[in-house]
């Protein structure tokens, strides 16, 4: 006889039939929520109105800042040039005005970077202060006035310079602060952070412990105010008091880009700081059309906000105090920080709360199984959706090369934005559709929850810097998951039940939209950065995990397949549509490749380009030749160029001179003495010595000492040391080496100027074109190389 009574299941995982009508009432204001959190995310990254002249003496005014602009910034003023001279002048008297003793320090200092490279020049820096009535230390604003040789600069670093001349107005109008201010505007940051260096270097600041040094710098034309580095504790209050847009995860991102700022040496030096940027329009950035015409004045507004802010808050503050290294990060407008020490517990304990949440869920009929196999699904839908987002920046940049020379942007970057979240959306779709197969809403949901918990776990002793990104998702994901569980108990008002659950759906997605929306929004504008790109899909992945369990009731297989067909069409057409349509005019010029190289002793020439034969006007130029020329002239290698024979420019000849000036000997060692004259249009040089049978065991430009134990690339072959320098004096420069080795050295001197010589059919670009950004190769700039022996 068999046995008829049936065992008693567990409770299901899903809610119970409710009236769909009820399920889908529930679920609009649930919706609409979601919907206005994301916006109450993303709207404080725009940046604010300008300010009038007319604004109050005390408030920053970008209105009065950008009327400092033509004095600062009609023309390109690099180091040591005419121009720059001017530029220095104008700050002299605007601080005078103001009523400050400003100062100018000229100063010669080298700087090497951990790649190797070695940096020298001879600086000026404008550096006034402003006494406190009980000074702890020095409060000092920083701003470097120099340009890229081959733009103005109006954005990078005009428009920062303006900034700090209308801040220390403001602060003028008020009261005196507790703290010691400093205003200091550093020369040759574009070409090695030297006026930095060189104002360290004086000791003017005093004691570095005492200093907090607020850095100001451009990466584009536009955009928010971004607070990107931190250096020191106890700055989290100034941080707050000054509204930009920040997160803690922002220094890890900042080293992905190939930067340095004049916070960098600073840092280095012992003195805390902040670091702020606005980092929008990047494809204008170091280019002929960073101009005033570009420049986005709410920017401005922005940045002065922020740094007037941010000021006053350490003006009165202790700045011997230190404090906790802390996780930040902004919430709806508002920054939201506490220790760091609090992200292990913090993961610790959504670990512990999802483990016992599947505990719990086993029992009430959640399946394990199904559980898993959705979280094992998520990452790979991560890996597709970044596969699909590179082949497809790689397919693009094969038919736009163009592209390739925006500093990692690109002008129609809303096309690409739309074609990168479509190629998500697909695959999003399609794990989740999978994902459904066998499991319920709610045990994808868990799912999602398991890998922020993940996510978490990987960060906090790997990554830190952005484990709250996922630990606090995780947390109310767990929340929400017992929130869900515990609905599916029988209810006496069913719509009650699917309201409760409807509002438990969205709280990882309430949670997620507002700490990682608006890292999405502040890395879109840079399509092309590799690692920033990775970075962006696997947040806009897990950001609509999230938000899908919201919609669970709403899509059946059926739209969802044409859903998702419809989103692949959207991505294709965005894609044909940025690699289809030219873009290009005045205001959006498109940058073409091409520079001119000029061997003195030969009076051979030739055209380079990073670019081909396909670039308008300048394509021509450069034949099928592709060649690398790290051996040659090492300042230029690194990557293949395009080349072209080209017309000796005579009036270049014979270039820089160098002749030695006195020897001595002693020990089977030589003292050279070497002087050396450049053109006067000459922005920079680099010399490089032959070490294949010398060693240079000391050096020195201009009276600065320069390193000697680092060597070049291996693909320099013979060159096995130099550095550049910036601003070549207009008496030349003294070079003092100490060789060891039998007969005479080999040196070779390359002269950089910032335009093409005329004479040798050079073109003259139309308006909707610009050369490509400083320091390209390329970027319509003549180099003359010299050999000597000495």
């Known amino acids: 006889m068999s046995n008829t009574t ?5 409770a299901p995982a899903t809610e119970p039939a409710a009236p769909r009508r009820a399920n889908r009432l529930a679920m609009l204001p649930v919706v609409v929520f979601v919907v206005l959190v994301a916006a109450a995310a993303i709207v404080p990254l725009s940046p604010p109105a300008v300010q009038p002249a007319s604004a109050s003496p005390t408030h920053f005014s970008a209105a009065r800042a950008l009327s400092h602009l033509p004095g600062l910034a009609t023309r390109p003023h690099p180091t040591g040039s005419t121009a720059q001279n001017r530029v220095t002048d104008y700050l002299v008297g605007t601080l005078r005005d103001l009523g400050l003793t400003p100062q100018e320090q000229t100063r010669t200092a080298s700087q090497e970077f ?21 000074s702890t230390g020095l409060v000092l604003l920083v701003a470097h006035y120099d340009s890229v040789p081959t733009g103005p600069g109006a954005a990078d670093n005009g428009s920062n310079v303006a900034a700090l001349l209308e801040t220390v107005r403001a602060l003028r109008a008020g ?10 505007f550093t020369d040759a940051e574009e070409q090695g952070l030297l006026g930095a260096k060189a104002f360290v270097d004086s000791r003017a600041a005093g004691d570095p412990d005492r200093v907090v040094a607020l850095n100001l710098d451009a990466r584009g034309v536009s955009g928010p105010a971004i607070m990107f580095e931190m250096a020191g504790p106890g700055l989290t209050p100034a941080l707050r008091a000054s509204g930009a847009v920040s997160s803690s995860l922002a220094p890890r991102l900042y080293q992905m880009l190939p930067n340095n700022t004049d916070l960098t040496v600073l840092r280095a030096a012992g003195m805390r700081g902040l670091n702020f940027a606005y980092i929008d329009g990047v494809e204008h950035y170091h280019s002929a059309h960073d101009d005033i015409a570009h420049l986005d004045g709410r920017s401005v507004q922005a940045m002065g906000d922020a740094i007037l802010g941010a ?25 939201v920080a506490y220790p760091s020490l609090l992200d292990l517990p913090l993961t610790g304990l959504a670990a512990v709360g999802f483990a016992v949440l599947l505990y719990w869920g086993r029992r009430r ?6 559980v898993g196999r959705a979280a094992v699904g998520l990452p790979l839908c991560v890996v597709a959706a970044a596969v699909a987002v590179r082949l497809v920046s790689q397919a693009l940049l094969l038919v736009r090369p163009d592209l390739t020379v925006l500093n990692g942007g690109v002008y129609g970057w809303g096309w690409y934005a739309l074609a990168e979240a479509a190629l998500v959306l697909v695959a999003l779709t399609a794990w989740y559709r999978w994902a459904r197969r066998t499991a319920t809403g709610t045990e994808v949901a868990v799912a999602v929850t398991g890998v922020f918990v993940l996510c978490s776990l990987v960060c906090v002793l790997l990554f830190p810097a952005a484990t709250y990104l996922f630990a606090w998702p995780a947390l109310l994901g767990v929340a929400a998951g017992a929130a869900v569980l515990r609905a599916a108990d029988p209810a006496p008002v069913w719509r009650a039940a699917a309201v409760w659950r409807a509002a438990a759906a969205c709280a990882p997605a309430a949670a997620a939209l507002p700490l990682i929306a608006p890292i999405m929004i502040l890395l ?22 999230t938000v899908l369990p919201v919609l669970q009731r709403l899509p059946s297989p059926r739209p969802l397949t044409a859903a998702m067909v419809a989103v692949a069409v959207v991505a294709a057409g965005s894609i044909v549509t940025l690699a289809v349509v030219d873009d290009y005019g005045r205001a959006r010029p498109r940058p073409v490749s091409l520079g001119y190289v000029l061997d003195a002793d030969t009076g051979s020439a030739m055209w380079v380009s990073t670019g081909g034969t396909e670039q308008p006007v300048v394509g021509r130029l450069v034949g099928g030749r592709v060649q690398r020329l790290d051996a040659s002239i090492p300042q230029l290698g690194g990557r293949d160029l395009h080349t072209g024979p080209a017309q000796t420019a005579s009036a270049l000849l ?7 000036s006195a020897t001595q000997e002693s020990a089977g060692m030589r003292t050279l003495h070497v002087r050396m004259t450049f053109p006067g249009d000459a922005y920079s040089y680099a010399v490089f010595a032959d070490t294949s049978g010398h060693q240079i065991v000391g050096a020195s430009v201009d009276g ?13 072959g013979a060159w096995g040391w130099g550095f550049g320098y910036a601003g070549p004096p207009p008496t030349g420069s003294e070079l003092t080496l100490r060789v060891r080795g039998n007969g005479p050295l080999r040196i070779r001197v390359v002269t950089t100027i910032a335009s093409l010589p005329s004479g040798v059919g050079a073109p003259d670009l139309p308006p909707d074109l610009s050369w490509t950004s400083w320091p390209s190769v390329g970027g319509g700039q003549t180099f003359v190389v010299n050999t000597y022996r000495i």
């Open 114 to 134: 951990p790649d190797g490279a070695v940096y020298a020049g001879t600086v000026t820096n404008v550096f006034a202060t402003i006494p406190g009535r009980r």
């Open 175 to 184: 009261p005196q602060p507790r703290n010691d201010l400093g205003v200091l």
């Open 365 to 370: 009929g959640l399946s394990l199984r199904a």
């Open 704 to 716: 600065a000492p320069l390193p000697v134990g680092t060597v070049l690339s291996p693909a320099a």
């Open 311 to 335: 000021t006053r808050q350490l003006a009165d503050a202790d700045l011997a105090a230190g404090g906790p290294a802390m996780t930040y990060f902004p919430v709806l407008g508002t920054l």
């Open 524 to 545: 879109e504008p840079q399509p092309f950065v590799t690692g920033l790109a990775d970075l962006r899909v696997l947040l806009a992945t897990l950001l609509g995990a």
């Open 654 to 660: 014979p270039g820089a001179h160098a002749v030695v």
């Open 6 to 10: 049936a065992e008693k299941a567990p």
